[in-house]
C-alpha cells in the first residue's frame, strides 16, 4: 500500500460514530445539490427520455436512474442510520422481501395492484422484477411514516390513528407517483385506468402494502427514537423534497394536475415541519 493509500485509511472514520458524524456532515453541506438539483435534473431527463430527445444510451439509463435515486435517497438512508440496529435492520430485510414477493405475485396475477408490466428496463432483475426495487418501495412507506410522526405529534402514540394516517399518506403519495410513472411508460397497465391510466385496484393493493409497512416499522424501530432523531436531524426528511420537485414536476409536464395538487400538499406539509424552507435553497449553506 502505497503512503496515500495510507493517508487516506488513515483519514477515513474508524468507528460506528465516526461514521455517522461524517456522514452526517456530508448530506448537510450537499442537502442543496441533493434535494433540488439532482430531482430537477432527473425531471427533465426522465421527461427528455419519454419525448424520445435522447439517444439510446441515455435514455432512461437504467444506472442513471439507479444512482440518482440512491442519491436523493441519502438523506433518509443517513438520518435513519443511527436508528438502525439489528432489529431495524430485520424489519428493513423483511419490507424488501415483502416487496419482492408482492411484486412478483402482481407481475404475474394481477393482485393485488392490478394487471401491469414494466415498460421501462429499471436494471438488472430477479424473477422479472427490478433488484433495485426496494430503493424505490421502501423509501415511499418511510417517508410517509416519518412524516406522519412530525405531523401528528402526541397523537401518534396512538397506533389506530397512526396507522390510518400513515396508510391515508402512502395513497396520497401514489397518487402522486403512479400517474407521473404512467405518462414515463415506467409500467403500463395494459387495461387503462380511471385515475391518468391508473386502475384503483392499484390503490387498494397499496392499502394492504402500506398496512404491512407500517406494522413492520412499528415493531422495527423505537417510535421515541425516531421523533428524537428527526427533531435534531433537519435533512431526514429532504427525500421528501426530492419526491415533491421530481414527481410533481413530471406529472405538471404530462398535464396531470391532481398529481401536481397532492404533491404541492405535501409542500406545505415539509413547510409546516420547517423542512422545506428557504434555507434548504440557500446555496451558499
Do not use: H, Q
Amino acid at each position: 500500500m502505497g503512503e496515500s493509500d495510507t493517508a487516506l485509511a488513515d483519514r477515513l472514520p474508524k468507528t460506528r460514530a465516526e461514521w455517522e458524524r461524517t456522514l452526517d456532515r456530508l448530506v448537510r453541506e450537499n442537502r442543496f445539490t441533493v434535494a433540488v438539483v439532482f430531482p430537477l435534473n432527473g425531471a427533465i431527463l426522465l421527461v427528455a427520455s419519454a419525448e424520445g430527445l435522447l439517444p439510446d444510451p441515455l435514455a432512461f439509463n437504467p444506472a442513471l436512474v439507479l444512482f440518482g435515486t440512491l442519491v436523493m435517497r441519502a438523506p433518509l438512508v443517513v438520518g435513519a442510520f443511527p436508528l438502525t440496529d439489528r432489529r431495524a435492520a430485520t424489519g428493513v430485510s423483511i419490507l424488501a422481501l415483502y416487496a419482492y414477493g408482492i411484486e412478483y405475485v402482481g407481475v404475474r396475477t394481477g393482485l393485488p395492484y392490478g394487471e401491469f408490466f414494466y415498460g421501462v428496463e429499471l436494471g438488472p432483475t430477479l424473477g422479472g422484477i427490478p433488484l433495485g426495487l426496494p430503493v424505490f418501495f421502501l423509501p415511499l412507506v418511510m417517508n410517509a411514516y416519518l412524516l406522519c410522526l412530525l405531523l401528528l405529534g402526541e397523537r401518534a402514540r396512538n397506533g389506530a390513528v397512526r396507522l390510518l394516517t400513515v396508510v391515508a399518506t402512502v395513497l396520497a403519495m401514489d397518487l402522486v407517483l403512479d400517474p407521473g410513472a404512467v405518462g414515463l411508460g415506467f409500467w403500463v397497465y395494459p387495461g387503462g385506468g380511471a385515475f391518468y391510466g391508473v386502475p384503483l385496484s392499484n390503490y387498494a393493493g397499496w392499502l394492504l402494502s402500506a398496512s404491512v409497512a407500517v406494522a413492520v416499522l412499528d415493531w422495527a424501530y423505537d417510535r421515541r427514537a425516531l421523533v428524537a432523531r428527526l427533531e435534531r436531524c433537519e435533512f431526514m426528511l429532504d427525500d421528501m423534497v426530492s419526491f415533491v420537485i421530481l414527481w410533481g414536476g413530471i406529472n405538471a409536464w404530462f398535464g396531470n394536475w391532481i398529481p401536481v395538487a397532492v404533491a404541492a400538499l405535501f409542500g406545505v406539509g415539509l413547510l409546516s415541519t420547517d423542512r422545506f424552507d428557504s434555507r434548504l435553497l440557500d446555496i451558499g449553506r
